[in-house]
Protein backbone atom coordinates (compact mmCIF):
# COMPACT_ATOMS: atom_id res chain seq x y z
CA UNK A 1 0.00 0.00 0.00
CA UNK A 2 1.04 3.48 -0.09
CA UNK A 3 3.78 4.71 2.63
CA UNK A 4 3.16 8.18 4.08
CA UNK A 5 5.88 9.94 5.83
CA UNK A 6 5.46 13.28 8.26
CA UNK A 7 8.05 15.26 9.09
CA UNK A 8 9.19 16.87 11.76
CA UNK A 9 7.36 14.04 14.40
CA UNK A 10 7.64 16.89 17.01
CA UNK A 11 7.89 20.72 16.96
CA UNK A 12 7.71 23.63 19.15
CA UNK A 13 7.42 26.64 18.81
CA UNK A 14 7.15 30.38 20.60
CA UNK A 15 4.00 31.93 20.00
CA UNK A 16 4.09 34.10 16.91
CA UNK A 17 6.45 31.95 15.17
CA UNK A 18 5.94 30.17 11.39
CA UNK A 19 6.26 26.72 10.31
CA UNK A 20 6.17 24.23 7.93
CA UNK A 21 5.14 20.77 7.65
CA UNK A 22 5.48 18.53 5.13
CA UNK A 23 4.06 14.84 4.32
CA UNK A 24 5.84 12.66 1.77
CA UNK A 25 3.86 10.14 -0.21
CA UNK A 26 5.01 6.94 -2.43
CA UNK A 27 2.49 6.90 -4.76
CA UNK A 28 0.39 8.75 -7.29
CA UNK A 29 -2.55 10.09 -5.06
CA UNK A 30 -6.15 11.14 -6.11
CA UNK A 31 -7.17 12.68 -2.48
CA UNK A 32 -5.17 14.31 -0.11
CA UNK A 33 -6.40 15.92 3.58
CA UNK A 34 -4.55 17.36 6.47
CA UNK A 35 -6.11 17.09 10.09
CA UNK A 36 -5.49 19.01 13.18
CA UNK A 37 -6.40 16.85 16.24
CA UNK A 38 -7.29 18.41 18.80
CA UNK A 39 -6.60 17.99 22.66
CA UNK A 40 -9.83 16.08 22.88
CA UNK A 41 -8.97 13.55 19.69
CA UNK A 42 -11.46 15.21 17.24
CA UNK A 43 -10.10 14.89 13.77
CA UNK A 44 -10.48 18.60 12.52
CA UNK A 45 -10.18 19.07 8.79
CA UNK A 46 -7.66 21.78 7.16
CA UNK A 47 -7.86 21.14 3.75
CA UNK A 48 -8.59 18.68 1.17
CA UNK A 49 -6.07 19.32 -1.69
CA UNK A 50 -4.96 16.45 -3.93
CA UNK A 51 -2.90 19.23 -5.68
CA UNK A 52 -2.41 23.00 -5.92
CA UNK A 53 -2.49 26.01 -3.40
CA UNK A 54 -5.09 26.37 -0.91
CA UNK A 55 -5.53 29.11 2.28
CA UNK A 56 -7.77 29.59 4.97
CA UNK A 57 -7.31 32.24 7.26
CA UNK A 58 -3.08 31.91 8.77
CA UNK A 59 -3.16 28.09 7.77
CA UNK A 60 -1.84 27.22 3.81
CA UNK A 61 -1.39 24.28 1.93
CA UNK A 62 0.64 23.23 -1.43
CA UNK A 63 0.70 19.87 -2.61
CA UNK A 64 2.86 19.02 -5.73
CA UNK A 65 1.33 16.01 -6.79
CA UNK A 66 4.06 15.21 -9.47
CA UNK A 67 6.88 15.28 -6.85
CA UNK A 68 4.87 13.54 -4.60
CA UNK A 69 4.55 15.82 -1.50
CA UNK A 70 2.64 18.38 0.64
CA UNK A 71 3.28 21.11 2.50
CA UNK A 72 1.08 22.69 5.83
CA UNK A 73 2.43 26.09 6.41
CA UNK A 74 1.20 28.10 9.98
CA UNK A 75 1.79 31.30 10.13
CA UNK A 76 1.78 33.68 13.52
CA UNK A 77 1.17 30.85 15.64
CA UNK A 78 -1.09 30.59 18.30
CA UNK A 79 -1.25 28.77 21.45
CA UNK A 80 -4.41 26.76 20.28
CA UNK A 81 -2.98 25.78 17.19
CA UNK A 82 -1.14 22.97 19.48
CA UNK A 83 -1.78 19.34 18.43
CA UNK A 84 -1.63 17.14 16.12
CA UNK A 85 -1.53 17.32 12.41
CA UNK A 86 -1.72 14.08 10.09
CA UNK A 87 -1.92 14.15 6.39
CA UNK A 88 -3.86 11.34 4.91
CA UNK A 89 -3.86 10.25 1.31
CA UNK A 90 -5.77 7.27 -0.87
CA UNK A 91 -3.89 6.51 -4.40
CA UNK A 92 -5.40 6.50 -7.57
CA UNK A 93 -5.41 2.18 -7.52
CA UNK A 94 -7.38 2.09 -4.43
CA UNK A 95 -9.78 3.60 -1.95
CA UNK A 96 -8.26 3.50 1.75
CA UNK A 97 -7.09 7.02 3.20
CA UNK A 98 -3.93 5.86 4.82
CA UNK A 99 -2.40 8.36 7.31
CA UNK A 100 0.64 9.65 8.16
CA UNK A 101 2.08 9.56 11.91
CA UNK A 102 1.63 12.66 12.44
CA UNK A 103 3.85 15.86 13.50
CA UNK A 104 2.94 16.83 17.14
CA UNK A 105 3.40 20.58 17.60
CA UNK A 106 3.57 22.33 21.02
CA UNK A 107 3.33 26.44 20.67
CA UNK A 108 4.21 28.10 24.02
CA UNK A 109 3.22 31.19 25.19
CA UNK B 1 -25.31 20.29 8.47
CA UNK B 2 -24.96 17.49 11.48
CA UNK B 3 -21.65 15.45 11.13
CA UNK B 4 -20.44 12.42 11.87
CA UNK B 5 -22.13 10.85 14.96
CA UNK B 6 -20.92 8.13 17.28
CA UNK B 7 -21.92 6.59 20.81
CA UNK B 8 -20.90 5.69 23.16
CA UNK B 9 -17.61 8.48 23.58
CA UNK B 10 -16.07 6.33 26.45
CA UNK B 11 -16.28 2.89 27.20
CA UNK B 12 -14.55 0.38 29.64
CA UNK B 13 -14.27 -3.44 29.31
CA UNK B 14 -13.04 -6.21 30.96
CA UNK B 15 -10.82 -8.02 28.58
CA UNK B 16 -13.00 -11.21 26.71
CA UNK B 17 -15.75 -8.93 27.15
CA UNK B 18 -17.72 -8.00 24.11
CA UNK B 19 -18.50 -4.59 22.84
CA UNK B 20 -20.36 -2.58 19.96
CA UNK B 21 -19.83 0.69 18.40
CA UNK B 22 -22.42 2.40 16.58
CA UNK B 23 -21.92 4.81 14.02
CA UNK B 24 -24.12 7.31 12.26
CA UNK B 25 -22.39 9.23 8.74
CA UNK B 26 -23.29 12.92 6.97
CA UNK B 27 -26.46 12.23 5.16
CA UNK B 28 -26.51 11.16 1.66
CA UNK B 29 -22.66 9.89 2.02
CA UNK B 30 -22.58 6.72 0.34
CA UNK B 31 -18.51 5.67 2.02
CA UNK B 32 -18.09 5.07 5.60
CA UNK B 33 -15.14 4.13 7.21
CA UNK B 34 -14.07 2.81 10.57
CA UNK B 35 -10.49 3.65 11.65
CA UNK B 36 -8.51 2.58 15.27
CA UNK B 37 -6.44 4.95 16.54
CA UNK B 38 -3.63 3.83 19.27
CA UNK B 39 -2.10 6.08 21.37
CA UNK B 40 0.55 8.14 19.80
CA UNK B 41 0.17 6.66 16.32
CA UNK B 42 -2.14 8.21 13.30
CA UNK B 43 -5.19 6.37 12.85
CA UNK B 44 -5.28 3.26 10.50
CA UNK B 45 -7.97 1.78 8.59
CA UNK B 46 -10.12 -1.16 9.90
CA UNK B 47 -12.92 -1.65 7.44
CA UNK B 48 -14.55 0.66 4.64
CA UNK B 49 -18.05 0.48 3.26
CA UNK B 50 -19.63 1.98 -0.05
CA UNK B 51 -22.90 2.04 0.54
CA UNK B 52 -23.90 -1.21 2.21
CA UNK B 53 -20.66 -3.54 0.50
CA UNK B 54 -17.66 -3.93 2.28
CA UNK B 55 -14.86 -2.09 -0.14
CA UNK B 56 -11.79 -2.98 1.82
CA UNK B 57 -11.24 -5.01 5.05
CA UNK B 58 -8.17 -6.03 4.84
CA UNK B 59 -7.27 -4.81 7.90
CA UNK B 60 -9.84 -5.93 9.87
CA UNK B 61 -8.85 -8.65 12.56
CA UNK B 62 -12.01 -11.20 11.63
CA UNK B 63 -11.26 -13.53 13.97
CA UNK B 64 -12.56 -10.88 16.43
CA UNK B 65 -14.01 -7.66 14.77
CA UNK B 66 -16.97 -7.79 12.86
CA UNK B 67 -19.00 -4.52 10.98
CA UNK B 68 -21.64 -4.09 9.33
CA UNK B 69 -24.15 -1.49 7.75
CA UNK B 70 -27.31 -2.28 7.10
CA UNK B 71 -29.12 -0.13 4.28
CA UNK B 72 -26.45 1.29 3.52
CA UNK B 73 -26.88 4.42 6.55
CA UNK B 74 -25.76 3.74 10.28
CA UNK B 75 -23.22 1.45 11.04
CA UNK B 76 -21.85 -1.26 13.77
CA UNK B 77 -18.29 -1.84 14.95
CA UNK B 78 -18.15 -4.90 17.27
CA UNK B 79 -15.64 -6.38 19.26
CA UNK B 80 -15.65 -10.51 20.68
CA UNK B 81 -13.56 -11.34 22.64
CA UNK B 82 -11.65 -8.08 23.53
CA UNK B 83 -8.30 -8.39 24.52
CA UNK B 84 -5.68 -5.55 26.17
CA UNK B 85 -4.29 -4.72 22.76
CA UNK B 86 -7.83 -3.41 21.80
CA UNK B 87 -7.83 -0.21 23.90
CA UNK B 88 -7.59 2.66 21.39
CA UNK B 89 -9.71 5.32 20.24
CA UNK B 90 -12.06 3.34 17.21
CA UNK B 91 -12.97 6.99 14.65
CA UNK B 92 -15.89 6.27 12.26
CA UNK B 93 -15.45 8.61 9.42
CA UNK B 94 -17.85 9.11 5.90
CA UNK B 95 -17.44 10.45 2.43
CA UNK B 96 -19.61 11.78 -0.22
CA UNK B 97 -17.73 9.10 -2.60
CA UNK B 98 -14.42 7.01 -1.87
CA UNK B 99 -14.02 5.43 -5.25
CA UNK B 100 -10.90 4.78 -8.02
CA UNK B 101 -12.54 7.08 -10.05
CA UNK B 102 -13.88 10.03 -7.79
CA UNK B 103 -12.62 10.16 -4.53
CA UNK B 104 -13.84 12.89 -2.13
CA UNK B 105 -13.17 14.82 1.32
CA UNK B 106 -13.61 12.59 4.31
CA UNK B 107 -15.15 13.88 7.66
CA UNK B 108 -14.12 11.96 11.30
CA UNK B 109 -17.08 11.76 13.94
CA UNK B 110 -15.33 12.54 17.82
CA UNK B 111 -14.32 8.76 18.10
CA UNK B 112 -15.12 6.42 21.37
CA UNK B 113 -12.13 5.53 23.35
CA UNK B 114 -11.88 1.84 24.27
CA UNK B 115 -10.52 1.15 27.90
CA UNK B 116 -10.18 -3.11 28.19
CA UNK B 117 -8.66 -4.14 31.69
Known amino acids: GIQVEQSPPDLILQEGANSTLRCNFSDSVNNLQWFHQNPWGQLINLFY???GTKQNGRLSATTVATERYSLLYISSSQTTDSGVYFCAVANNAGNMLTFGGGTRLMVKP | EAGVAQSPRYKIIEKRQSVAFWCNPI?????LYWYQQILGQGPKLLIQ????????DSQLPKDRFSAERLKGVDSTLKIQPAKLEDSAVYLC???????????????FGQGTRLTVV
Open chain 1, 49 to 51: IPS
Open chain 2, 49 to 56: FQNNGVVD
Open chain 2, 93 to 107: ASSLYGSRSRNTEAF
Open chain 2, 27 to 31: SGHAT
